[in-house]
């Protein structure tokens, strides 16, 4: 029996061996300034070896200063970044599995630490949900010019990601990270050209897309990750996740990575394997339809099983399959589940 969980996956600029993907996932196990740890290597060396996976995409990496979530954020921040960073990519290289790295800006969730950190920014001044039962931070809202500046250093960290030697860079725009807070009105209320309609409030990500694409040339895979959906008429519907998938593969993305915004990387109405399919399909479909055919449409969330990824994959619900806490749970995941099938 064949099975397409196992098929190689050609796109024009990786050679995926199947269609397993470790989705980016943070153990908070990088230095106090966001360098690559001993710790961190490992926790890559243990799921990767034995290629068994067809893509792995290293965990959310933070842009710029004072943009990180928490103490052991990784950091793409700096050059000096640089050395710890290689060492990650070549250990990825010599494990024989392409690597993707993903780049965010946590903004209105960045670490504050009263008389240290500035106050955290967002689209505009709120405490962000998550943190009205934590310490009910208020973040200020970004001007302008400051919005530039991080499209900047979104482009800045790209090519520290491309230099250190990765097969391409994810955006973070999903679990209500900064281009996330900018995609949903739940959290973005401005009404300059940066809020409002999909166009406006999808135009941070954009930036950052075209921005990067400039800076790292037209051959690199940039990916985004998209939280396609808050699960709330009031904030980012469907509708806003297919149109923005389109608009950020017209900006010069060539993979788009499915998951949640304001509910995180959960379905809070389905907890079935490949929970976002009900997002992943359609915005396959409207990428197809639009003539879009090598664009990869990952889909993760609740997959235990390889024949779960397997039936994932024959629903069309997408081209790619995140496999997340059971390779948490268990780094010999993928080479047990494919030798299992075999
Ligand atoms: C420990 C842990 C850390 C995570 N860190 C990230 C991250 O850095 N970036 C991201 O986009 N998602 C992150 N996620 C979400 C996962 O990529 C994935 O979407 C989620 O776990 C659902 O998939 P699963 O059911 O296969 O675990 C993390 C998840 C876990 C469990």
Redesign the pocket.
Known sequence: MSYLVLSPLKTPQLNLRNRLVL?????GVANSDGSVSPATLEFYRERVRGAALGLAIV??SYVAPYSQRGDHMLGVYSDELLPGLTKLAVLLRELNTPSLL?IAHTGALSRYRPGVDPLPVAPSAMVHPFREKTDGVAARELSEAEIWTIVEQFAAAAVRVQTAGFDGVEI?C??SMLPNQFLSPLLNKRTDKWGGDIVGRSRFLLEIVRSVRAACGAEYPLYV?LGASDFDERGITLQDGIDTALLAVEAGADGIDI?GSLTG?QNPNNKAPGYFAELSAPIRRALRAAGHNDIPVIL????NKIEEAEQLLRDEAADLI?????L?RDPGWARKEIARLN
């Open positions: 989705p980016p996932m943070s153990d965990e959310y993903q973070h999903a679990h990750r998951s990387a993760t969330g609740g997959v995140g496999v997340g806490r059971a948490h």
